[in-house]
């Protein structure tokens, strides 16, 4: 068995498409969804753990490709460095999911790890380099 981890990235239009229960179910995977959320330009992001044979899981993320959905492989994490962050707020709007976001009454910004689909945009925009890849 092997297992993987990757985002799925859905158009608009594909944004209600049952395309992880028929993956399940075509290549006999197991999944488990990470993460998912809907992007402030209506594009749907999935992280998922995928698990079965290797040649199922290929032919699996290439039919999935061949629907219209993106697939990325997820292979870091992005994490904060609390002590580094001086909450300038650089990263807030180039995060893609809100996972880092401004509290208005406070003006703190925060890093919701839930969220995060570890595009790594908010690592070179960031000043003091406060988000840092993990391996
Ligand atoms: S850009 Fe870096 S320092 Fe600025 S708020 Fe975001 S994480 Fe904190
Ligand atoms: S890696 Fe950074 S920019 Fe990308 S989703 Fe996570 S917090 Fe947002």
């Not at 799925?8 to 959320?37: C, G, K, M, T």
Request: net charge negative; aromatic share 6%.
């Amino acid at each position: 068995m092997a297992t993987r981890r990757v985002v799925f990235r859905y158009p608009r239009h594909l944004i209600d498409a049952p395309v992880v229960s028929q993956i399940a179910r075509i290549y006999n995977l197991e999944f488990n969804i990470l993460r998912a959320n809907i992007t402030p330009q209506s594009e749907g992001l999935m992280v998922l753990g995928l698990e079965g044979s290797a040649e199922d899981l290929d032919k699996a993320l290439t039919w999935v490709q061949q629907q219209g959905v993106g697939v990325q492989p997820l292979e870091r994490d992005v994490v904060r460095n609390e002590e580094r962050c001086t909450h300038c707020g650089a990263c807030v709007t180039i995060c893609p999911t809100e996972a880092l976001h401004k509290k208005i009454a406070t003006q703190e910004v925060c890093f919701d790890s839930d969220k995060c689909i570890a595009c790594e945009l908010c690592v070179p925009a960031c000043p003091p380099r406060a988000m840092e890849v993990a391996f």
